[in-house]
């Protein structure tokens, strides 16, 4: 079954403070794993998108993992900000098949002051 | 970037009627657009693949004469939600990658913004 699990569901940091959110996933064949930020009431903006040969990608403040061996992917916030607390969802696009999009159920991060 | 714009943002009808949402690729052209409806808490979930010039795939259990899929140009997909109800009250988003690639393959996917649908 493909599936796509992130961990913590939800998660509180200082502002300041860095924070790793995770994402395992059991989607074949994999395609590309991606991750987006989704600012309450608002559509998913994209993070980083990493392919099979990709083991790290950033983005700013935004640093993404990706383990295919162990289908595991990390998402590294440093130095957090107030305007960082949204949700960030893990998405796995396999190769085949018309539905080939696989959503995290999200974790949930605040930053407080 | 590519930027995909939905209207509207946020809407509020009586149990009964209909709602139209519109879902615009505003500087590129996608041949395909999925709607995903998202519950509180919730991901988000697929509930139809949009295409253009043909008839919409709707994914299992969702109900394809409630849930009427227009796609008539490269540029233009709408959700019209039929005889709604308060169960259907949720946020539905639509997403688009540009023409020429196979959405979910090594291509992104941008999102709209969002239509908080509240129905009373």
């Known amino acids: 079954k493909n599936q796509v699990e992130q961990s913590p569901q939800s998660l509180i940091i200082l502002e300041g403070k860095n924070c790793t959110l995770q994402c395992n996933y059991t989607v074949s064949p994999f395609s590309n794993l991606r991750w987006y930020k989704q600012d309450t009431g608002r559509g998913p903006v994209s993070l980083t998108i990493?392919?099979?040969?990709?083991n790290t990608k950033s983005n700013g403040r935004y640093t993404a993992t990706l383990d295919a061996d162990t289908k595991q992917s990390s998402l590294h916030i440093t130095a957090s900000q107030l305007s960082d607390s949204a949700s960030y969802i893990c998405?796995?696009?396999?190769?085949?098949?018309?539905?080939?999009?696989?959503f995290g159920t999200g974790t949930r991060l605040t930053v407080i002051p | 970037g590519a930027v995909v714009s939905q209207h509207p943002s946020w809407v509020i009808c009586k149990s009964g009627t209909s709602v139209k949402i519109e879902c615009r690729s505003l500087?590129?052209?996608?041949?395909?657009m999925f709607w995903y409806r998202q519950f509180p808490k919730q991901s988000l979930m697929l509930m139809a693949t949009s295409n253009e010039g043909s008839k919409a795939t709707y994914e299992q259990g969702v109900e394809k004469d409630k849930f009427l899929i227009n796609h008539a140009s490269l540029t233009l997909s709408t959700l019209t939600v039929t005889s709604a109800h308060p169960e259907d009250s949720s946020f539905y988003i639509c997403?688009?990658?540009?023409?020429?690639?196979?959405?979910?393959?090594?291509?992104?996917?941008?999102f709209g913004q969002g239509t908080r649908l509240t129905v009373v």
């Open positions: 998405v796995v696009s396999r190769q085949t098949g018309a539905n080939n999009l696989f």
């Open positions: 990493m392919t099979f040969s990709e």
């Open positions: 500087d590129f052209q996608a041949t395909t």
């Open positions: 997403s688009a990658p540009p023409r020429g690639t196979r959405g979910g393959l090594n291509t992104e996917a941008f």
